[in-house]
């Protein structure tokens, strides 16, 4: 068969290898350290799969209870990161409050060779800066986790301030565990890539956050919801897709570069958030179905399907959170992703350099700047 085109964005091309996880786009497929998604979203907490991610075996009770320990001792941030949430601009967005915030630890004592400590660290702490930020926008105090709640209870109790409801809980868990880790998508890869500089743990995920807040990657979700709202009832649905895909418009949770057929994470989601929210579900399930159906007849052949992004609104919606903490919420999931990766990167490290194809002149004559016209 003919090579395919070069289409640029390095499709295809295989930038490491890897024992964290298998993104199977053929099959709609995709495994933890060798185990299938769907059985881990159904039955493990987040602490377990990080677990998983980080050590490469699922934990006994006596490693989770442990690393639970851990994560408690680290539910702390020092005065200054607190003192720079508080000076940012209320109007902030939370990516960019995370991003910033996290960067400020890195300061201090975040050096060398990355390590699980710090990886402990980053993760536990990433709900506590967002958490802190949502309370001063709202003109109140942060407050002190709760050593008895887990990673995604105490994430909600620290936002709201109240014992969050079971099935709230179980829903996050549900998501946190679903967006853990996914190959090589470009904030884990950008994570590498400084990882692979030997510069420190901090550097990495701050450059991997600056990744996964685009459109394209991370930063789709409060999209979905914006085009959700801008539909607003199943009647006007098809007219405005069809006009969407006619001026050349992405649909904001559809399509992906390495699944061919449906996520697996969206149809956890889907059935997660019909079940969270039947009313809401109408015009989404809805929705689905006809933009589905329009990108087969308007982009025949695309192959494209909807995406993790599409019910991971609905359902971080259903579980309390508001629209701008959506993409840091991913953030708090994809922690223990980038950090599994930057731990695999450095324990086996050479310099990651690729090279470009150069397309520009090569041979013009130089001209001093005072004969210049
Ligand atoms: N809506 C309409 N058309 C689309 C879409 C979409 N969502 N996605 C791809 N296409 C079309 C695209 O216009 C192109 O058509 P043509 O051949 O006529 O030029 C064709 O499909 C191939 O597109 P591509 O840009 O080469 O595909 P890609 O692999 O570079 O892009 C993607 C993957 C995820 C960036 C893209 O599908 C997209 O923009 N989706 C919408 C944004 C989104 O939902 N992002 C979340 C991604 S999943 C979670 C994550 O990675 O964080």
Same mark, same amino acid.
């Given at each position: 068969t003919a090579a395919k085109p070069n289409k640029g964005g390095l499709e295809g091309i295989v930038a490491a290898t890897t024992a964290i996880s298998l993104v199977d786009g053929t099959a709609g497929r995709l495994i933890y350290r060798g185990y299938n998604i769907h059985d881990?979203?159904?039955?493990?907490?987040?602490?377990?799969?990080?677990?998983?991610?980080?050590?490469?075996?699922?934990?006994?009770?006596?490693?989770?209870?442990?690393?639970?320990?851990?994560?408690?001792?680290?539910?702390?941030?020092?005065?200054?990161?607190?003192?720079?949430?508080?000076?940012?601009?209320?109007?902030?967005?939370?990516?960019?409050?995370?991003?910033?915030?996290?960067?400020?630890?890195g300061a201090v004592s975040v050096s060398g060779k990355p390590t699980i400590e710090q990886a402990i660290a980053a993760t536990a702490r990433f709900p506590l800066i967002l958490a802190a930020f949502n309370r001063f926008r709202q003109g109140k105090e942060m407050l002190e986790s709760r050593p008895e709640l887990g990673h995604a209870a105490n994430y909600l109790y620290?936002?709201?301030?109240?014992?969050?409801?079971?099935e709230h809980v179980r829903g996050l868990n549900t998501y946190l565990v679903l967006?853990?880790?996914?190959?090589?998508?470009?904030?884990t890869f950008t994570a590498r890539i400084v990882a692979s500089t030997e510069s420190?743990?901090?550097?990495?995920?701050?450059?991997?956050?600056?990744?996964?807040?685009?459109? %394209?990657? #991370?930063?789709?979700?409060? *999209?979905v919801q914006d085009m959700l709202h =801008?539909?607003?009832?199943?009647? &006007?649905?098809?007219?405005?897709?069809?006009?969407?895909?006619?001026?050349?418009?992405?649909?904001?949770?559809?399509?992906?570069?390495?699944?061919?057929?449906?996520?697996?994470?969206?149809?956890?989601?889907?059935?997660?958030?019909?079940?969270?929210?039947?009313?809401?579900?109408? %015009?989404? #399930?809805?929705?689905?179905? *006809?933009?589905?159906?329009?990108?087969? =007849?308007?982009?025949?052949?695309? &192959?494209?399907?909807?995406?993790?992004?599409?019910?991971?609104?609905a359902l971080m919606k259903a579980v309390g959170l508001s629209g701008d903490l959506f993409t840091p919420t991913f953030a708090v999931?994809?922690?223990?992703?980038?950090?599994?990766?930057?731990?695999?990167?450095?324990?086996n490290n050479r310099l990651i350099r690729p090279e470009a194809e150069y397309t520009g002149p090569q041979s013009a004559t130089f001209v001093p700047l005072t004969e210049r016209k």
């Open positions: 881990l979203a159904r039955t493990c907490t987040y602490e377990e799969v990080v677990h998983l991610l980080w050590f490469g075996h699922l934990p006994t009770q006596t490693e989770l209870s442990a690393l639970h320990e851990k994560f408690v001792a680290e539910r702390t941030l020092p005065d200054f990161v607190v003192q720079t949430i508080r000076e940012l601009p209320t109007t902030t967005e939370p990516m960019d409050v995370l991003r910033t915030a996290v960067s400020a630890w620290l936002l709201t301030g109240e014992l969050p409801k079971e967006l853990a880790d996914h190959g090589m998508n470009a904030s420190d743990i901090v550097s990495s995920l701050v450059a991997a956050l600056g990744a996964l807040k685009g459109p %394209l990657h #991370g930063g789709a979700p409060s *999209k =801008e539909i607003g009832s199943v009647d &006007k649905a098809e007219a405005w897709i069809r006009e969407a895909i006619t001026h050349g418009g992405r649909l904001m949770g559809f399509g992906h570069r390495v699944y061919k057929t449906t996520d697996p994470r969206a149809e956890e989601l889907r059935e997660m958030a019909r079940v969270a929210d039947p009313e809401d579900f109408k %015009l989404s #399930g809805y929705v689905e179905q *006809k933009a589905l159906a329009l990108l087969d =007849e308007m982009k025949p052949g695309r &192959k494209l399907y909807t995406n993790v992004e599409y019910y991971s609104a999931s994809r922690c223990a992703g980038w950090t599994a990766h930057i731990l695999e990167q450095v324990n």
